[in-house]
């Protein structure tokens, strides 16, 4: 596959930890390890650019391109401070940025370049780029992860990464940072300890796996969401490194795959892995989906294009302009503008903040013209819009027609949340009863905890914390038996946070628990 301007395709872990403290755990040394073997790869391939799509740089509406020649800072994970920073001085290649920029334009996406001096670079790239091309050998590309896109807009920007890379004849090694299972600890864990977070993440994690080392990409892909709706990732989509570079690598089979790593890290799965071309294949893909050539720009009504919507050359061919979509069809840019003429720059300002909030990046620039990320208008609405029901997708699911939460103002009020386990439904510590209502032993400590877990991954989903909960009404059927040991754990997790606190005797609750608690939290 002498023409294929990618020569091989790396997936790694975003975490710090195989960079500063691969000594101490097995598993963190192990991916340092497998790290170091591709870095030397990479050495010795005849790549000329390292192109880098990163899952812990989102952005909002658009796609941005780090073209800054040399960006240097010092950079400490906000999550693991305490392993250390991580100074970095990195080459990037301005010329491909611009013409990845380009080409994803031409493909009807919202793109600009980041180009001064102290743009943050995120987690994942520091790693990875530190960790890959320690002595800045080859020049590389960061580009952001879209948190809205969906598969039609990801495909679309990996097939925009091979026009750059044909039209500059360059070759590449493209590498996706992003995590396998993404649910971390939320307390410290000795390094010795650390693990998998839960054996329903490890399960989906060796499925990964298995398609990868079987050279499987296109068909990860296309099978991805399902997959990640099985292990529940939170925070961050997953699935959008697999529909990347699968598009990037021209979406098929045709793979030699090599895991070299796959370890625990603070919970979260993290692998090593290497897809390299190859002649063989494993046969016919899962299934087909739409095969997006043009962006349209709605997120909710995509158009597929074939060969003869692009220009001459197909998929593949010379760089070339794209037509404009249809005339309905508006640019985010021009629909900020009529934003800022409608409501002026108060309600502009307020829009743009609440996103980066949420986003955890800056939107910077004039906010008309190209701001860092600029907002559909269904999107500012939604944004703007502060009431309303939340749907934790990592909590129990609800046993009536009710939300998990429902933000009113500045406040978050939480549905009543009992123990049952958001992996298999089953209640940590056992049930009261058995189907036929008899009475079974139970651990109430256990039943208390998990609630208590549930309401923080409630929470969480609302970008609250337990700190910000100011009320609790606690529901328990045996006030008598279980106060002591309810009152043991609540406080473990309350005692500084210093709610108000109800607690009820109640005959019964819905499922065969003993405990249900209800709360009431500030809003961020």
């Known amino acids: 596959m002498s023409d294929n301007p990618v020569l091989f395709g790396l997936y790694v872990p975003p975490h710090p930890h195989p960079l500063l403290a691969p000594d101490q755990n097995k598993g963190w040394g192990e991916l340092r390890a497998a790290y170091d073997e591709c870095r030397q790869r990479i050495e010795e391939s005849d790549a000329d650019v390292i192109i880098v799509y990163s899952t812990t740089w989102p952005s909002i509406v658009g796609h941005q391109f780090q073209v800054q020649p040399e960006p240097e800072w010092v950079h400490v994970d906000d999550d693991f401070h305490f392993l250390g920073s991580m100074p970095y001085k990195f080459k990037m290649d301005v010329e491909f940025g611009n013409a990845y920029k380009d080409a994803a334009e031409s493909r009807g996406l919202h793109s600009r370049t980041v180009a001064y001096h102290g743009f943050p670079i995120d987690t994942g790239s520091v790693v990875a780029l530190s960790l890959l091309n ?4 080859i020049p590389a590309c960061i580009i952001s992860s879209n948190m809205y896109a969906n598969r039609a807009e990801t495909i679309v920007l990996g097939k925009a990464a091979r026009d750059a890379l044909k039209a500059q004849g360059k070759k590449a090694v493209i590498v996706a940072v992003s995590s396998l299972s993404n649910r971390m600890f939320t307390k410290h864990v000795d390094p010795a300890d650390d693990r998998i977070h839960s054996a329903k993440d490890e399960e989906w994690n060796r499925k990964i796996l298995e398609f990868f080392e079987a050279g499987r990409l296109e068909d990860l892909s296309q099978l991805s969401r399902d997959i990640h709706g099985q292990i529940r990732v939170q925070k961050v989509v997953a699935y959008k490194p697999a529909w990347w570079m699968a598009a990037t690598m021209g979406q098929h089979n045709n793979y030699d795959g090599e895991v070299l790593a796959y370890a625990a890290l603070h919970g979260s799965g993290g692998a090593v892995i290497q897809l390299t071309p190859s002649k063989g294949s494993v046969g016919d893909k899962e299934f087909d989906e739409d095969d997006v050539d043009i962006y349209r720009g709605d997120r909710n009504v995509l158009v597929t294009a074939s060969g003869d919507m692009h220009a001459p050359g197909g998929v593949d061919g010379p760089l070339v302009e794209a ?16 934003l800022y ?13 609440a996103l980066s909030a949420a986003a955890g990046v800056a939107i910077a620039g004039p906010v008309g013209g190209v701001a860092a990320s600029i907002v559909a208008k269904k999107t500012v609405g939604k944004m703007m819009s502060k009431d309303g029901a939340i749907i934790a997708e990592d909590a129990p699911s609800a046993v009536g027609a009710y939300p998990h939460a429902r933000r009113v103002g500045n406040l978050l009020f939480i549905s009543g949340v009992g123990p049952r386990s958001p992996v298999d439904n089953k209640i940590p510590g056992g049930p009261i009863e ?28 609302c970008d609250a914390k337990l ?9 328990l059927v045996d006030m008598k038996r279980d106060f002591d040991g ?9 005692e500084e946070i210093q709610a108000t606190r109800t607690t009820l005797a109640i005959q019964a609750l819905p499922t065969p628990i003993a405990v249900e608690m209800k709360v009431i939290a500030k809003a961020p």
């Open 341 to 353: 003429d409608e409501y002026g720059s108060t309600v502009i300002s307020h829009a743009t903040g």
């Open 434 to 461: 058995d189907e036929n209502g008899k009475p079974q032993e139970y651990d109430i400590e256990a039943q208390t905890e998990a609630c208590i877990e549930n309401i923080r991954i409630i929470l969480e989903a």
């Open 486 to 494: 309810y009152n043991k754990v609540y406080a473990k997790h309350f």
């Open 134 to 137: 320690p002595d800045n050998r």
């Open 323 to 338: 037509e404009r979509p249809d005339e309905e069809w508006r640019n985010p840019v021009e629909v900020m503008d009529d």
């Open 467 to 475: 700190s910000n909960v100011i009320d609790v009404t606690t529901f």
